[in-house]
């Protein structure tokens, strides 16, 4: 029969104990990203391009450390992140956004670029005695494309007008117009600068269809590529105190690109506090500048001529 000494006996229940004892809990919390790519085909040399990644965490118990590695085959360079390529995702917050970058040189070769950004995250902390820490990680795809070709196109995100003042008259009986100041949030969607071809305004009273006034305008800031950017346009149209209806339409080339309705506020002006220049239209500061012009140009020719007659 066969016999287990006793300290032999004990060593296998203290092993056993001990094993029983440990217990790894590994610490898992949910972690993923949105959008997982960066594409954008539609790049020229020189172009900037930005694109927002959010990196969320189901479960933000402590503060974790998410570490970036570019793998972009020629393009590794042209690809930077605003925090860093090494960043904290805070205790107790679920979404950490980061901005990826792409500056194109103007020296680079068309065609496409593509490969991944990979994110690896860790507890910043020490895991404690018995728990097994997991690095999670997450992977964004990269697609890009260097063309030649010229691409002109933008989205309207949102526009509005100011409160506007009524139009009056100067002293010389001209009308100084009011201004419709129209704000329009503007995404450039081409590859170079550029901005939308014309700001049209057809303006009706209050209940009527009949058009009342049409004003229009080609000078538009430009946004560079890709860019979304608040733009502002100044109008002068002759309107007195009112409401007004006003229907707009952006163009790209001859096409109407965007359209709407709008409400328009006209307000009285109070001018008394302006001054006589300030209360002056256009045209009367034209015919003022070119008297002046006029006048100096004959005291000039006077004064010539009779030098000329002594001599």
């Known amino acids: 029969m066969f016999k287990i000494k006793l300290p032999f006996l004990l060593l296998i229940i203290t092993s056993l104990l001990g094993l029983l004892s440990f217990d790894p809990k590994p610490v898992l919390a949910g972690f993923g990203i949105s959008p997982p790519y960066v594409n954008n085909d539609n790049l020229s040399r020189g172009s900037y391009y930005e694109q927002k990644i959010v990196l969320v965490r189901g479960d933000p118990t402590e503060d974790w450390k998410a570490e970036i590695t570019v793998e972009v085959e020629n393009a590794n360079g042209w690809i930077s992140i605003d925090k860093g390529n090494s960043f904290i995702l805070p205790k107790d917050v679920n979404q950490v956004p980061m901005i990826v970058s792409v500056r194109v040189p103007q020296d680079a070769s068309y065609g496409d670029y593509k490969g991944r950004i990979r994110i690896r995250t860790i507890p910043v902390a020490a895991p404690e005695q018995g728990v097994v820490s997991i ?69 009706s009273r209050p209940g009527q269809s009949t058009i009342y006034k049409t004003v229009s305008t080609t000078r538009l800031s430009k946004i560079a590529p890709f860019g979304i950017e608040w733009i502002t346009a100044s109008l002068p149209v002759d309107l007195a105190a009112g409401s007004y209806s006003v229907e707009y339409q952006l163009f790209k080339n001859q096409n109407v690109a965007h359209k709407g309705t709008l409400d328009l506020s006209v307000i009285e002006k109070d001018v008394s506090g302006y001054s006589l220049w300030q209360r002056t239209s256009n045209i009367t500061k034209l015919i003022i500048l070119s008297s002046s012009i006029l006048m100096t140009g004959t005291i000039i020719f006077v004064i010539k001529s009779k030098v000329s007659k002594r001599f």
């Open 135 to 203: 690095a999670l990680g997450a992977q964004i795809d990269v697609n890009l494309k260097v063309s030649r070709t010229k691409i002109f196109d933008f989205a309207l995100h949102n526009i509005n007008l100011g409160d506007s003042s009524a139009s009056f008259k100067d002293w010389l009986g001209f009308t100084v117009p009011a201004r419709i100041l129209v704000k329009m949030q503007i995404e450039n969607k081409g590859n170079y600068s550029s901005s939308p071809t014309k700001l049209l305004l057809n303006i």
